[in-house]
C-alpha cells in the first residue's frame, strides 16, 4: 500500500484511493481515481489543489459512500483539516 501512495505522490494529477475496511482490519482498495487539470487548475496554491481534489474525489465517489454510518476522509495535509473545521475564519494560507 506504502508503494502506491508513493507512486501517486509523485504523480502530477489529483489521485484519490476509496479504502475498505476488512473483517481482518485491513484496508483494501475499492476505487481508484484521478483528476486531470487543465491550465489554469494547475496554477492553483497547493491548499486549493487539496481543496479541490479532495470535492472532486468525495462527488466521484459518493454513489459508493451513500448511508455509510462511519466514514473518514484522510489527508496528508494538516492546514486543510483546519481549514474546513474553521471555515468562516480567514485562511493562513494564501489562497489564489
Given at each position: 500500500?506504502?508503494?502506491?501512495?508513493?507512486?501517486?505522490?509523485?504523480?502530477?494529477?489529483l489521485?484519490?484511493?476509496?479504502?475498505?475496511?476488512?473483517e481482518d482490519?485491513e484496508?483494501?482498495?475499492?476505487q481508484?481515481?484521478?483528476?486531470?487539470?487543465?491550465?489554469v487548475?494547475?496554477?492553483?496554491?497547493?491548499?486549493?489543489?487539496?481543496?479541490?481534489?479532495?470535492?472532486?474525489?468525495?462527488?466521484?465517489?459518493h454513489i459508493?459512500?451513500?448511508?455509510?454510518?462511519?466514514?473518514t476522509?484522510?489527508?496528508?495535509?494538516?492546514?486543510?483539516?483546519?481549514?474546513?473545521n474553521?471555515?468562516?475564519?480567514?485562511p493562513?494560507?494564501?489562497i489564489?
Amino acid at each position: 500500500m506504502q508503494r502506491l501512495k508513493d507512486e501517486i505522490a509523485k504523480s502530477p494529477a489529483l489521485w484519490f484511493i476509496l479504502l475498505q475496511l476488512g473483517e481482518d482490519g485491513e484496508r483494501y482498495p475499492n476505487q481508484f481515481g484521478s483528476i486531470t487539470l487543465n491550465e489554469v487548475e494547475s496554477c492553483y496554491s497547493q491548499a486549493k489543489l487539496e481543496l479541490y481534489g479532495l470535492f472532486h474525489a468525495l462527488r466521484a465517489v459518493h454513489i459508493y459512500t451513500f448511508g455509510i454510518a462511519n466514514f473518514t476522509v484522510e489527508l496528508d495535509a494538516k492546514y486543510v483539516k483546519c481549514m474546513i473545521n474553521n471555515s468562516d475564519l480567514q485562511p493562513n494560507t494564501t489562497i489564489n
